[in-house]
C-alpha cells in the first residue's frame, strides 16, 4: 500500500465515524415515536464493523510493507558491506562515517575502526597533494572518476596503487552533505600492464617485423622492427593495406596464405616483398590466426624475417657447387681430350721438319692441322679454368692496358651502330694473373654485351679502385677486407630475365640460338676470376641492361716478371726414357726428340718403364713420366725409379690441369711438369733447361 492509498482509507474512515454520530444523534430524538432508531443502530454497528475491517486489512498491509522495507535495507547492508570494491562514506572534510567490509580488508584494519578517522590518513604522502584536488574537483564538479592514488599506512605494511571514483551527495539545502568513494586495488593491473611494457619493448627490439592485420589486409599493428625492414613508419603504415603497402602487384601466393590461414589457422612460406625505397626483399613470412572471445577469426598476427642475405649467400655456394661438379666431370674430360691434341699436335709440327720439301699444298693442309689442334687445346683450358688449378702464366698485369687491347679489339670488330665508352680511374694499380685469361673475360663481356644489343646501343667499360670492408665481404662469398680494382661493363641491351640470372654462371647455359653460344663464356669467367682471389657481381632489367661488376685483388707496389726464353737447339745425343700409355704420344715425342739428336727409349706403362731404366740406368739422363697410367700409376713409378737412383732427373706429363697433377705428385721430387698438350718448342725447350 502506497502512501497516498493509506491516507485516502483514514479519510474515509473518519467520514463513515462521522455519518455514524449523526445517525446516533437522530436516533436518540425518534427513539420514543417509533422503531426507526433500532434499525439506524444496527446499521451504525454494520458500518463499524466494516471500518474496523479495513483498518485490519491496512494494518496486515503496513506489516508487510515494513518487512519489505527491512528486506530491501538488509539487501543493501549486504551489498555494501560485500561488495569486492571498497566503499567508504564521508562527510564533506573527508571524515569516514561508513565503510564496507571490503573497505577494511584492502586498508588492513578493522571496520569499526575506520569510522571517524580521515581518509586522507591512507594517501601516500607523494600524492596528498593530488588528493587535496580530488577533493575540490569534488565539491566544484560533483564527481572524479578512475583516479589512481597510492594507498600507503602503518609504515609502509599497506602500500597498493588504487583506482578512486567518488561522488558528493547534496542534502537539502543543495550543499555537500557526503562523499562517497569506491576504490579497488589494481596492483594486478599494473603487474600485467608492466609485463605489457616488457614483451611491447621486446617486439620492438627484435629484428624481425611483427605485423597484425584485420581481415581485409588493414594494418593493426605495425612494430619498430617492421620500420627498421621495411622503412615506414607505424603513422605511414596502420590503416594501410598491407598487400598494396609492401607487394606492387598482387602474387596469387598472397591469396593462397590467406586462404591458407583462415582455413587451417596458420600458414608459413617465403614471399617477395618491397621497401618504401623499392628494394626487392626476401621473407620468411609466418602468419596465425587470431581468434575473439567467442572464437570467431578476429585478425592475423604476420612475423617477417629477412631472408635475402641468407638466399644470396645459398644461391653462390650453389653456384661453386655446381661448378666444382661439372669442373670435376670436365678434368676428366679434358685428361683424354689432351691425350688426344697430343700427338695431333705433334704430327702437324714434326712432318715438316721430316719432309722439308712439302709443297705449299701439303704445308697449308699440315698448318690447319695444328691451328685446329692448338684451338682444341685452348677450348680444353677454357674448360678447365673454372676448374681446380688450371696452368696459367701469372705475371703483373696492367689492368688498365689490357681495357685498352679491348677497346682497340671492339671498336675494329663491333657494329658502328654500339657506342663505345672508356672510363679508367687513374693509378688503379695491377692485379697478379694470366694476361690471356684477363683478355678472355673482359672480351666475353663485352661479346656478350654486343650480342645483347642487336639494334644498337651504349657498352660502357669502367675501372677504378674500390676497398672492400667488413660488412660488405661478410655478405659476399670469395670477398675479403682488401683492396680491389673493380672492372664493370655496362650496356643498354634487353636485359636478364630474373628467373635465369641466377643460372648464367653454369657451365654450357646459354640463352643465345643454336651455334650462337657454347655457354662457356660467363662460366669461364667466373672460374677465372675466382682463381684470382676475385669475385663477380651481375644486375640486369629486362629492356634497360645489364651491368657486370668483376673484383680483382689489386697488387700494390709488385712489379713485372721477366720470362726469359730458352732458345731451341738439338741434343748431344743424351738418352730419354719416355713413358705414357697412349702409343701415339710415345712415338710422337719419340719421333721429335730424334729429329733433334736424342736418342729415346719408350714404354706404355710403369712395369716396362722400370725394367728399361734398370737396364740402361747408366745411360738414361732423363724420364718423361706420364701420371696416370695403368697398372702401375706413375707417382708410384716415379718413387720406385728414385729409389733405384735418387739422382735422376725426372718430368711429370699429364693431360690433367697443372694443379690438379702437382697434387698426384704430391710428396715426389720431379724436375719438372709438362702439360698436354704440348708443342714441339714447348718439349725441346724443357729437355734443354733440365740438361743445361
Excluded at 16 to 22: G, H, T, Y
Excluded at 129 to 140: E, H, N, S, T, Y
Excluded at 214 to 239: C, P, R, S, T
Aim: glycine share 6%.
Amino acid at each position: 500500500m502506497t502512501k497516498e492509498n493509506f491516507k485516502q482509507a483514514i479519510v474515509e474512515a473518519h467520514q463513515r465515524l462521522e455519518k455514524l454520530l449523526q445517525l446516533a444523534s437522530l436516533a436518540m430524538e425518534q427513539s420514543i415515536e417509533s422503531d426507526y432508531p433500532i434499525e439506524l443502530l444496527q446499521q451504525a454497528i454494520a458500518e463499524i464493523s466494516i471500518s474496523l475491517e479495513e483498518l485490519h486489512q491496512q494494518n496486515e498491509e503496513l506489516i508487510a510493507t515494513r518487512h519489505l522495507v527491512e528486506a530491501e535495507r538488509q539487501r543493501y547492508y549486504d551489498l555494501f558491506n560485500f561488495a569486492p570494491d571498497g566503499y567508504l562514506v564521508t562527510d564533506g572534510a573527508g571524515i569516514i562515517q561508513e565503510a564496507n567490509h571490503a573497505a577494511a580488508n584492502l586498508l588492513n584494519v578493522r571496520q569499526s575502526y575506520l569510522i571517524g578517522k580521515p581518509i586522507a590518513v591512507y594517501v601516500h604522502q607523494t600524492e596528498r597533494q593530488k588528493f587535496r584536488q580530488i577533493m575540490l574537483q569534488l565539491q566544484q564538479q560533483g564527481q572524479v572518476k578512475r583516479e589512481e592514488l597510492r594507498i600507503y599506512h602503518n609504515e609502509g605494511s599497506l602500500d597498493f596503487p588504487a583506482e578512486l571514483t567518488a561522488i558528493a551527495v547534496e542534502d537539502n539545502q543543495g550543499k555537500t552533505g557526503n562523499l562517497r568513494w569506491l576504490f579497488r586495488d589494481i596492483s594486478d593491473r599494473h603487474q600485467t600492464q608492466q609485463k605489457i611494457r616488457e614483451q611491447a619493448a621486446l617486439l620492438d627490439i627484435t629484428t624481425d617485423a611483427m605485423i597484425v592485420q584485420d581481415l581485409h589486409n588493414q594494418i593493426l599493428f605495425w612494430n619498430q622492427g617492421a620500420e627498421k625492414m621495411y622503412g615506414w613508419q607505424v603513422q605511414e603504415a596502420e590503416g594501410n593495406n598491407a598487400w598494396e603497402l609492401l607487394s606492387q602487384e598482387t602474387s596469387p601466393l598472397l591469396s593462397e596464405a590467406l586462404k591458407t590461414v583462415l582455413e587451417r589457422g596458420m600458414w608459413q612460406g617465403e614471399l617477395r616483398k618491397f621497401t618504401k625505397n623499392g628494394d626487392e626483399l626476401i621473407i620468411a613470412s609466418r602468419w596465425t590466426l587470431m581468434l575473439d572471445a567467442a572464437g570467431l577469426p578476429k585478425s592475423i598476427l604476420i612475423l617477417d624475417t629477412d631472408i635475402t642475405e641468407k638466399k644470396q649467400l645459398e644461391t653462390q655456394l650453389l653456384r661453386s657447387q655446381r661448378l666444382e661438379s661439372l669442373g670435376t666431370l670436365a678434368s676428366g674430360i679434358a685428361h683424354d681430350l689432351n691425350n688426344i691434341l697430343t700427338p695431333i699436335m705433334g704430327i702437324s709440327q714434326l712432318l715438316p721438319l721430316k719432309y722439308p720439301y712439302l709443297d705449299d699444298l701439303s704445308l697449308q693442309m699440315l698448318n690447319i692441322l695444328e691451328s685446329n689442334a692448338k684451338r682444341g687445346s685452348d677450348l680444353v683450358r677454357q674448360i678447365l679454368s673454372f676448374t681446380r688449378g688450371s696452368e696459367k702464366q701469372t705475371t703483373i698485369v696492367q689492368v688498365s692496358q689490357v681495357i685498352e687491347d679491348i677497346k682497340q679489339i671492339v671498336q675494329q670488330t663491333f657494329p658502328k651502330f654500339i657506342d663505345i665508352n672508356v672510363d679508367i680511374t687513374p693509378d688503379i694499380g695491377v692485379v697478379f694473373g694470366d694476361s690471356t685469361e684477363l683478355h678472355q673475360v673482359l672480351t666475353n663481356l663485352a661479346i656478350n654485351a654486343r650480342d645483347a644489343m642487336p639494334n644498337g646501343g651504349q657498352l660502357c667499360i669502367s675501372a677504378t679502385k674500390v676497398l672492400i670492408d667488413q660488412n660488405y665481404a661478410r655478405m659476399h662469398i670469395g670477398a675479403t677486407v682488401n683492396s680491389y680494382v673493380k672492372i664493370t661493363v655496362t650496356d643498354t641491351g634487353v636485359g636478364i630475365n630474373s628467373e635465369i640470372i641466377d643460372r648464367i654462371f653454369d657451365p654450357f647455359f646459354t640463352t643465345k640460338g643454336v651455334g650462337k653460344g657454347t655457354g662457356l663464356g660467363l662460366s669461364i669467367l667466373m672460374g677465372i676470376v675466382n682463381s684470382y682471389g676475385g669475385f663477380v657481381e651481375v644486375a640486369s632489367q629486362v629492356g634497360i641492361g645489364t651491368k657486370f661488376q668483376v673484383y680483382l685483388p689489386n697488387q700494390e707496389g709488385s712489379t713485372s716478371q721477366v720470362v726469359d726464353e730458352v732458345k731451341l737447339s738439338t741434343g748431344q745425343g743424351e738418352l730419354i726414357l719416355v713413358v705414357d700409355d697412349e702409343v701415339a704420344i710415345t712415338e710422337i715425342t719419340k719421333t721429335t726428340l730424334e729429329i733433334y739428336n736424342y736418342r729415346v727409349l719408350t714404354a706404355q706403362n710403369g712395369i716396362e718403364a722400370l725394367a728399361l731404366y734398370t737396364q740402361h740406368q747408366d745411360e738414361i739422363r732423363l724420364v718423361l713420366m706420364d701420371i696416370m697410367m695403368p697398372s702401375i700409376n706413375g707417382k708410384t713409378a716415379i718413387r720406385t725409379l728414385q729409389t733405384i737412383n735418387p739422382q735422376v732427373p725426372i718430368v711429370a706429363m699429364s693431360g690433367l690441369a697443372t694443379a690438379e697433377a702437382l697434387v698426384q705428385t704430391t710428396g715426389v721430387a720431379i724436375q719438372g711438369f709438362l702439360a698436354k698438350p704440348f708443342s714441339t718448342e714447348q718439349l725441346l725447350n724443357f729437355v734443354q733447361k733440365i740438361f743445361s
